[in-house]
C-alpha cells in the first residue's frame, strides 16, 4: 500500500538529487505563537536551514496526506488554520483517516521523517518526564519515540518545565544517547545549563553524523538526541528562569490544568512571567537548532559519498 505521503516540489528535488534534508516540526506553527509571527519564524527556520547547507522539510497532516515540507502558500494556510489537532504517535493515523488538520509533534515529526527517509531533525526541546509523574505518570511520548525511531533530533535539550534529571534517567534506560553539543553540562531550553551533566559530549557536527551512521550499521534501534544549548546572548539563566517556572506550574496545579494542555498553558504562563523574554529565546535557541542539523544533515550525507 502506497503511504500517505506528499513531498514539496523543493523536497522532492532535493530527494531527486540526494541533497541533505532536515525535518521540521509544525506544532511550533499552530500552538507556539499567533499568526503572523509563528509563520515569520517558520521562515526564518528554514532559511537557517538553507543557509546551512540543507533543504527545510516542515512537517504537518494536511487533506489526508502527510506533507513533507510545506509551499509558502501551505505554511500561511497552517498558520491560520483552527481546530488544528496536536499529534503523537497515538493519533496521528486517527488524523489523517478522519481528514483532519494536524500539526506534528517532537515524537509524529520523527515518525514521518523515517517514512520520507530523513535522517535529521530540528526542534525547540523535546518533551519529557513532567514534575510528580510517580503519581501522575506523565511522560511525553517523544522519550520512547527517541528509544524506537532512528533519526538524530537536535534540541536545546528538554524543556526547563520539566523534572529534566528523572528525563535523562529514562533517556539512559531505554538506550538513548543523549550528545551535549561543545560543553559538558546538558542546557535546559532557555538556559545553557541545566546544573546537571550531559552522558555524552561532542564538539563537531562530523562526530555526530558518524555516531548516526554506526548506530545503523550496528543494528541499534532508536535515535540520538543531540543536546544544542542556546546561544549565551540568548539566554535566560537558570537562576532567573526558576521562579517563573515554579510559579507557572503552581497557577497549572492550581487551574487543573493536566495531559496535553499542560505544556502549552505553562509556556504561555512563562511568557507573560518574562515578559516576552521566553518566546525571544524559544526562537533563538530554534534557529540555533536548525543550523547544527543542517550541518549534520551534510556531513552524513559527505560521509555517505566517501564511504
Not at 502558500?73 to 481528514?99: F, I, P, W
Not at 528538554?158 to 523534572?163: F, H
Not at 495531559?259 to 530554534?286: H, M, Y
Given at each position: 500500500?502506497?503511504?500517505?505521503?506528499?513531498?514539496?516540489?523543493?523536497?522532492?528535488?532535493?530527494?531527486?538529487?540526494?541533497?541533505?534534508?532536515?525535518?521540521?516540526?509544525?506544532?511550533?506553527?499552530?500552538h507556539g505563537m499567533?499568526?503572523?509571527?509563528?509563520v515569520e519564524t517558520?521562515?526564518?527556520?528554514?532559511?537557517?536551514?538553507?543557509?546551512?547547507?540543507?533543504?527545510?522539510?516542515?512537517?504537518?497532516?494536511?487533506?489526508?496526506?502527510?506533507?513533507?515540507?510545506?509551499?509558502?502558500?501551505?505554511?500561511?494556510?497552517?498558520?491560520?488554520?483552527?481546530?488544528?489537532?496536536?499529534?503523537?504517535?497515538?493519533?496521528?493515523?486517527?488524523?489523517?483517516?478522519?481528514?483532519?488538520?494536524?500539526?506534528?509533534?517532537?515524537?509524529?515529526?520523527?515518525?514521518?521523517?523515517?517514512?520520507?527517509?530523513?535522517?535529521?531533525?530540528?526542534?525547540?526541546?523535546?518533551?519529557?518526564?513532567?514534575?510528580?509523574?510517580?503519581?501522575?505518570?506523565?511522560?511525553?511520548?517523544?522519550?520512547?519515540?527517541?528509544?524506537?525511531?532512528?533519526?538524530?533530533v537536535v534540541a536545546?535539550?528538554?524543556?526547563?518545565?520539566?523534572?529534566?534529571?528523572?528525563?535523562?534517567?529514562?533517556?539512559?534506560?531505554?538506550?538513548?544517547?543523549?550528545?551535549?553539543?561543545?560543553?559538558?553540562?546538558?542546557?535546559?531550553?532557555?538556559?545553557?545549563?541545566?546544573?546537571?551533566?550531559?552522558?555524552?559530549?561532542?564538539?563537531?557536527?562530523?562526530?555526530?553524523?558518524?555516531?548516526?551512521?554506526?548506530?545503523?550499521?550496528?543494528?541499534?534501534?532508536?535515535?540520538?538526541?543531540?543536546?544544542?544549548?542556546?546561544?549565551?546572548?540568548?539566554?535566560?539563566?537558570?537562576?532567573?528562569?526558576?521562579?517563573?517556572?515554579?510559579?507557572?506550574?503552581?497557577?497549572?496545579?492550581?487551574?487543573?490544568?493536566?495531559?496535553?494542555?499542560?505544556?502549552?498553558?505553562?509556556?504561555?504562563?512563562?511568557?507573560?512571567?518574562?515578559?516576552?523574554?521566553?518566546?525571544?529565546?524559544?526562537?533563538?535557541?530554534?534557529?540555533?537548532?536548525?543550523?547544527?542539523?543542517?550541518?549534520?544533515?551534510?556531513?552524513?550525507?559527505?560521509?555517505?559519498?566517501?564511504?
Open positions: 500500500m502506497t503511504l500517505p505521503l506528499k513531498f514539496s516540489p523543493e523536497v522532492a528535488k532535493a530527494r531527486a538529487d540526494g541533497a541533505p534534508i532536515v525535518a521540521l516540526e509544525s506544532t511550533i506553527i499552530t499567533p499568526f503572523p509571527q509563528n517558520a521562515r526564518l527556520v528554514e532559511a537557517e536551514v538553507r543557509a546551512h547547507g540543507a533543504i527545510p522539510a516542515t512537517i504537518a497532516i494536511m487533506d489526508r496526506r502527510i506533507h513533507i515540507g510545506l509551499t509558502s502558500v501551505q505554511l500561511d494556510q497552517l498558520g491560520q488554520a483552527t481546530n488544528v489537532a496536536k499529534l503523537s504517535r497515538a493519533d496521528l493515523a486517527a488524523c489523517l483517516a478522519s481528514g483532519g488538520t494536524g500539526s506534528t509533534t517532537v515524537a509524529a515529526t520523527m515518525i514521518c521523517a523515517k517514512l520520507a527517509g530523513i535522517e535529521v531533525f530540528a526542534t525547540g526541546g523535546i518533551g519529557g518526564v513532567h514534575r510528580a509523574a510517580e503519581t501522575s505518570f506523565d511522560i511525553s511520548a517523544d522519550l520512547p519515540e527517541l528509544a524506537q525511531t532512528p533519526v538524530t536545546a535539550g528538554a524543556k526547563a518545565i520539566l523534572d529534566l534529571p528523572k528525563t535523562l534517567e529514562y533517556l539512559e534506560t531505554h538506550g538513548v544517547p543523549v550528545i551535549a553539543f561543545g560543553q559538558d553540562d546538558f542546557p535546559a531550553f532557555w538556559s545553557r545549563s541545566s546544573g546537571l551533566k550531559a552522558p555524552l559530549r561532542m564538539d563537531a557536527a562530523a562526530q555526530i553524523a558518524a555516531a548516526h551512521l554506526l548506530r545503523g550499521r550496528l543494528n541499534i534501534p532508536g535515535g540520538q538526541l543531540v543536546a544544542n544549548p542556546i546561544p549565551p546572548a540568548d539566554e535566560i539563566p537558570r537562576a532567573e528562569i526558576m521562579p517563573h517556572i515554579e510559579a507557572a506550574l503552581a497557577d497549572a496545579e492550581a487551574q487543573g490544568i493536566a495531559a496535553k494542555a499542560v505544556t502549552p498553558f505553562l509556556l504561555s504562563r512563562i511568557f507573560e512571567l518574562t515578559q516576552g523574554r521566553s518566546l525571544t529565546a524559544n526562537i533563538a535557541l530554534v534557529l540555533n537548532n536548525a543550523r547544527l542539523a543542517a550541518r549534520i544533515a551534510v556531513e552524513i550525507g559527505k560521509a555517505r559519498r566517501d564511504s
